[in-house]
Structure formats: structure tokens, C-alpha cells
């Protein structure tokens, strides 16, 4: 039946496997069973590139009736290819077809708006949702979030997150990410670190994106002693810092006297392997930051190079 048939198509669409799908929608048509709006959703979502998608939704006009559950696949796949502004104007399209969008249309095109870093997309999609009574999860607002940060709009950020808590989500790691990194590129850095230790004090717990994130927030307010502390004293044992958390330490720090100490820590730590992967002689810095690339200068005159001999 036709079921069976959307489950196997399913499949292959987990599978990565476009053209078997399409083969099962032919064989269904040759049986005599009734494609399905979730057939042509499957569909989609077994697409290997967008255009696909929307030759599926192209096609699906002429078998069923227009579904909001294909327009929802294939603006999903317009925001995984981060074509926003396509993802938008097939949202548009729903009335034409008498159709309005539900939360996962909407927050499928937040996820499109988000990677297309336009912030303003996402916020009148929000007001929509808040304005129908729309259901909102904590993916979409983490997108929601996401995307108001790379808009630098930190306080509708927050505003989000305070909505989250409004509806009685519990805020997850992701969420509270995307709202540290929201205040980081807003150089909020004393919301950012409030954030934090939010985290840390409840049952979820700091991963690396976090202090990266707060870390890069508290360099960007040229605060370099509490980017120490929180490296050094906030930070759970069971992160280990990774390059990237070296990097901003050691911008933030660079000039002060725990520099040059901080950075024989990274190299102890070993997140700079390609350093000296060319031997004593050559320097490779292309995976440090500025500030770290002068403190491995100044290790390497001192300590390798030129004035060992």
C-alpha cells in the first residue's frame, strides 16, 4: 500500500539514495496506488540538491492537492542549500494555494533565514507565529537566536530566550548558546558570562561552544582579566580547550605577563600540532590567532630558534 510505499521511500531518502525513491514513485503509479502528500514529502527529502526539491514540488501539483507538509520539505531544503531569500518567497505562495504556514514551515524558514544571516526575515517570521498561536520548539528558537546574533541584535536575543522560557521550555545547551554568542557579537560580555554561569548552575552543563563563545565575548570587550578567569577558574574540568580557546586567550592576553606562559600551556596541551610540523626550523602559523602568532614568534626566538643557537 501506499504507506508502505512512503516508508521505503523514507528510507532511501536516509539513505542518500534520490534515484531509487523516484523509481518507487513510479512503481506505485504502474500498481495503481495514489501518490500522497507525504510521498512527495519523502520525496524531497530524499533530494540530492534543491532544485530537485522543487521539481518534486513542480510535479506534486499535478498528482495531489497542494500540502502544506511539501512546502514545508522543500523550504527545509532551500534552508539547507542557505537560499533564504527562495525559501521566503515559496512561503509567500502558501495563500495562493490556500494554505497557511504552520510552525514547522515557519521555523523551517527561520533555520533558511539563519544561515542566510538575515535577521530581519527571521523576526517577521516569528511575529507570524506569535500572532497565529503557532507551537514554537526549542530548535526554532535557537535558530531564532542564531540569526539575531549575526544581526548583532543581542537585546531581541535575549527577548527570544526570555519568550522560551514564557512558553515553558526548559532552554537547552543549544538555545543557550546561541544566546551567549548572540551577546558575544554584541559585546555584551557580563551578559554573556550571566549566561554561563546560568548554565553551569543548572542540570545542563557548559560544553566547548560555550566557553568559546563566552570567551570570544569577554576579548571582544578588551577585558582580558575575566577572559583569564573564566578560562582558568570557571571552566569545568571536562572541557578541554581547543585551539579556538587558546586563540582568543591568548588575543585577550598577549600583552600581559601570563602571555608567553599561557602559550607553552597550548603547546603542552597540543592544539597547535602543524607548529612546528615542518621541523625546528619553520614556523607554521596559520592556525593561530594574531596575538597567538606573536607569543609562538617570541617562544620560537627564545626557546627554539635563533637565540638558542
Known sequence: DIVSINSTISACARAARWEQSFGLL???????????AVTFASLVSASQSWQHALAVLEHSFREVR????IF??????????SLWSRALALLGQLPQHKLRPNAITCASAISACDRGGHWAGAVSLLQQIWQRQLHMDTITYTAAIS???KGSQWAYALNLLAGCRAQLLRPNTFVMNASISACEKGREWMQAISLFDELQQSKLKPDLVTLNATLRACEASCN?????????????ESIHPDA???????GACEMQPVGQCLFEEAIRCGVYPRLLGRGAGLLDL??????AARLAVRWWLTDIGYWRG
Open 72 to 81: 514545508s520539505a522543500v523550504i527545509a531544503a532551500l534552508s539547507r542549500a
Open 26 to 36: 513510479r512503481t506505485s503509479s504502474e500498481v495503481g496506488l495514489q501518490p500522497d
Open 244 to 250: 579556538a580557546s587558546f586563540n582568543t586567550l591568548l
Open 66 to 69: 497542494a500540502d502544506v507538509v
Open 224 to 236: 582580558w582579566q575575566q577572559t583569564l578567569h573564566l578560562f582558568s577558574e570557571k571552566r569545568d
Open 286 to 291: 596559520h592556525d593561530l590567532s594574531a596575538g
Open 147 to 149: 540569526v539575531c546574533g
